[in-house]
């Protein structure tokens, strides 16, 4: 199977966006990210897919502690930001249970690794969630290569 139309099939599967963020030798370090899915109630845990290519991957690994950062309508320099394309805007860093955040997300979550799984060309931590904030914002979104916000919605 092509590449390419592999990708283009995931594109049609709606996300939020989302930039996990670690710390590393005192220092915050974040990566934009689309791979991120709740996993269990009880616990609390979660998942993120993070590519053997990413520096993030090294950061993670060696904290054993991530934040998810669930981003905001109006907060695209972010995702762009920390996908390598960092504009004039300054970053701000929260804090969350001793792990990076970012300011004004629509959620702030704080994890601990508790397992990783190597999996094709990305590794997958599970994380237990150990605290989180949520602000009432509409999220942003990513569909077929573009990001996109919540329209009206309506009942079908």
Do not use: W
């Not at 791979?35 to 009880?42: E, K, N, R, T």
């Amino acid at each position: 199977m092509d590449d390419r139309l592999f990708r283009d099939a995931m594109g049609k599967f709606a996300t939020g966006v989302t930039v996990l963020t670690t710390e590393n030798e005192g220092e915050a370090h974040g990566m934009t990210a689309n791979g991120f899915m709740s996993v269990s109630l009880d616990p609390k845990l979660v998942v993120i897919s993070i590519g053997h290519k990413a520096k993030f991957l090294e950061k993670v690994g060696a904290s054993k502690k991530f934040g998810v950062n669930i981003l905001a309508a109006d907060q695209e320099h972010y995702s762009r930001h920390f996908a390598g394309k960092p504009g004039d805007e300054p970053v701000q860093f929260d804090s969350l249970e001793g792990v990076p955040v970012l300011e004004g997300v629509v959620a702030q979550i704080a994890c601990k690794v508790v397992a990783s799984h190597v999996e094709g060309d990305h590794t997958l931590f599970i994380g237990e969630v150990i605290d989180l904030k949520l602000e009432d914002k509409d999220p942003l979104l990513f569909f077929g290569g573009k990001y996109r916000t919540l329209g009206q919605l309506e009942v079908v």
